[in-house]
């Protein structure tokens, strides 16, 4: 029987199509990645901020559709021309029909992806029965997809094994990621509360660059840096005090979830329902409102050993179950 060769179509967000490749490859099948979205060089981006991103804020709809061509021709280029047997899509909703009628073309088996809310995406109902069967990390996603007749599964997000992590020790309670209204609320409540805080990624960030990359000049008075690669990230996570997980309107549990404790940080997070997938109190820590979180973090810094149970137990579990080897062995019998 010929070796099984996956082709992962995906966009470049953090290097997640690579992460699952060494998940599939880990179990034996051979794994390729093609970004979609071709962000992976300095010239692609720049491309991308004055074709894609300026146009958005011009004109939205014309931006929208000039992207999804862009990406959808890409794509299916790259399928035309693959020696793949199985594809496995990640995210994918830029990519239109033509991209499909290639794979069905191919009559190559193929499952999607989702890492985000369908809510979150712009998928025309006709394209998602085009995939073998989809899987995707928000429950509520999963049943109502089944509820359509669609083969769904629920995968949740993951740890990066793979991605050594050099350990960049700090006092400080981190936050890695974007910055939303409610996440700036926390942070400006613990800065109020006396925790040293730190905050890292570009909607932070005070340099000029980043206030003009992201069409904003006014930032919180939060000490911030500037974007840091997903490496880093876990670097920075595992060695600090203590790495925040705020959710915004997620039905799933985000890849953050897993990057903290997988990294072997100590994790502060607002979702009472962790209790499915990590014990809360001894392996995670989570916060229903601000001062219990300033307790949290100052209990952080004056009880270190109870600290670093606590982050050892959830590093031990995310180990355990919840790396991309993991989600790749549920994956591989959808194929069939």
Known sequence: MARKRLLIIAPSFHGYGTAAARGFEALGTASEVFHYDGLTTIPAKVRNKVQFELTDRLRPATAGRRMADWATKHATERIRSTDATHVLVIRGDLLQQEFWDEIRRRSLPTVLWLYDELSHMCFEPDLLQQPRAIVSYSPPDVD????????????????????????????SIVFVGARYPSRERVMSALVAGNVPVHAFGRDWSHHPVDRLRTWQWSRPDIPASRDVSRSRAYGIMGGALAALNIHEDQTGFTMRTYEIPGSGGLQLVDRTDIGLIYEPEK????????????????????????????????RRRTFAEHTFVHRAQQIQPLWD
């Open 283 to 314: 392996e995670v820590l989570v916060f229903t409102s601000t001062d219990e979180l300033i307790d949290l973090c100052h209990r952080a810094q004056r009880d270190k050993p109870w600290r670093n149970r606590i982050a050892e137990a959830g």
């Open 144 to 171: 109502l997809l089944s509820s359509r007749g669609l083969r769904a599964s629920h995968v949740a997000d993951a740890f990066d094994t793979f991605t050594a992590v050099v350990a960049a020790p700090s006092e």
